[in-house]
């Protein structure tokens, strides 16, 4: 797909690993409820290869990587959710070039959605305590909706919701979550470079442009 020949009509930014390094964040949350459950910890390098398709499959996924029954699930998940909203945001940084990013996609006259397999009770806050809340027309957590991605079911509520259609609507992110879900939805997809992506690299998403940085997006869609 040539994104210069498509006449953009809005944006759909996922949100951990492609506007903010959230990985601090997660490990200390993770941290904090493993050890109150009396269980080891998870390595950072795990946490920045299992983040991504919700918190759910998080805890699902730790649980097992540090040996602990799986029964532990629903205290894992509540100690986990407590940790989270008290320390959100306070071990994660906003990478390079998305705010400037934002604003020249603002600029364009696009309209901009944040979709995230985050829970909204994680994401909201998150957005407003980094500065980014105020550049979107909507925000959409991973419990929005009744599918997360890579299920379409997101990215076409958030086209309703920006009065957009698909095949005009950019969406951003960092992994083939991304990619499987704007393929699905007939939505044109940038990956950026330095996401999680699962471990694997991203040029294996196969999206229709990799960036180093968000603000060098607005460059692939004016006309050549």
């Known amino acids: 797909m040539s994104l210069h020949a498509t006449l953009f009509e809005a944006a759909i930014i996922d949100l951990d690993g492609t506007m903010v390094d959230t990985v601090g964040d997660f490990e200390v949350a993770l941290a904090r409820a493993l050890t109150e459950l ?15 398709k919700g918190s759910e499959h998080l805890i699902t996924r730790t649980l097992a ?31 390079p070039g998305v705010v400037e990013g934002l604003q020249m996609l603002r600029d364009l006259g696009l309209r901009l959605a944040c979709i995230t397999n985050k829970p909204n009770a994680f994401a909201r806050p998150l957005l407003a305590d980094k500065g980014l ?17 890579p299920h379409p079911m997101p990215l076409l509520k958030a086209c309703e919701a920006l009065g957009s259609t698909p095949a005009r609507t950019l969406v ?46 607005p460059a692939l869609l004016r006309s050549a």
């Open 65 to 95: 990587e540090v040996g602990a029954p799986a029964s532990l699930f629903d205290e894992a998940w509540q100690r986990y959710q407590h940790h989270y909203l008290a320390i959100n945001g306070q071990y994660s940084a906003v990478y």
């Open 133 to 149: 809340g105020g550049y979107f027309d909507h925000a959409f957590g991973g419990d929005a909706f009744a599918h997360k991605k």
């Open 38 to 52: 009396g269980q080891p910890t998870a390595s950072r390098a795990f946490i920045a290869r299992t983040v991504g």
């Open 172 to 217: 951003v992110g960092d992994s083939s979550n991304d990619a499987e879900a704007a393929r699905a939805a007939g939505c044109p997809v940038v990956l950026v470079s330095y996401g999680y992506n699962h471990g694997e690299p991203v040029a294996s998403a196969r999206p229709d442009a990799i960036v180093d940085r968000i603000d060098q997006i």
